[in-house]
């Protein structure tokens, strides 16, 4: 089992967002936010930003293909995926920074509950593009994707057994804690918004 989620953490660990800048003489963790993920890489260049998206949610569903076999029980599944989120967001190769953890757990998510996770990044689409309209492009980034997670605690609220609500509750409390900073700010604004109404 400790093997497995260590290699769920190896896999979850490797930097794509530092990679996609690979040749461009960008640091990711030196603009805009310095956050080390999609959302950052995504002000910076566009098709740089894909190749991150895809790298980062790819390691999640590599991780549990990797490590997941014979682990039968629900939690287990969870457990491996949340060893790659973390090593995403306390990636080694960043002396044990990273990123927030939202498209490494969209690949978690699209392995674990297929369906489940269509809906939901579909709501984070269409989330990202109203919100855009409206409010800041990171803060859009930040409300589509734990949204979107409260989307899919609700699906599992509904449809599937307590054990499946408690451990996406989990992972979703955690990446509301890796966001808080964001949810801070975005606070703030509306806050001064309101004053200066």
């Known amino acids: ?40 890489v995504l002000r910076v260049s566009a098709p740089r930003a894909v190749v991150a998206l895809i790298g980062d949610m790819g390691k999640g569903v590599a991780a549990l293909l990797l490590v997941r076999h014979g682990a039968d029980l629900v939690w287990q599944g969870w457990l491996f995926g ?4 973390l090593g995403h967001c306390y990636s080694p190769f960043l002396k044990f920074k990273g990123g927030k953890g939202i498209a490494t757990s969209a690949g978690v998510m699209l392995v674990l509950y297929p369906l489940y996770a269509v809906i939901a990044l579909a709501y984070f689409a269409m989330a990202r593009v109203a919100g855009s309209r409206i409010m800041m492009w990171k803060e859009a980034g930040a409300i589509a994707s734990l949204s979107a997670w409260v989307v899919f605690v609700l699906l599992m609220l509904l449809f599937r057994k307590p054990v499946d609500v408690l451990c996406a509750t989990g992972v979703a409390a955690f990446l509301f804690w890796r966001h808080r900073k964001n949810l801070q700010h975005i606070a703030e604004r509306r806050e001064e918004a309101a004053v200066q109404q």
């Open 82 to 85: 949340f060893a790659a989120i």
């Open 1 to 40: 089992m400790l093997i497995r989620i260590l290699i769920a953490f190896a896999c979850g660990s490797v930097p794509f967002a530092v990679l996609a800048m690979a040749g461009s003489g960008v640091d990711i963790r030196k603009v805009g936010s310095g956050n080390p993920g999609f959302n950052n």
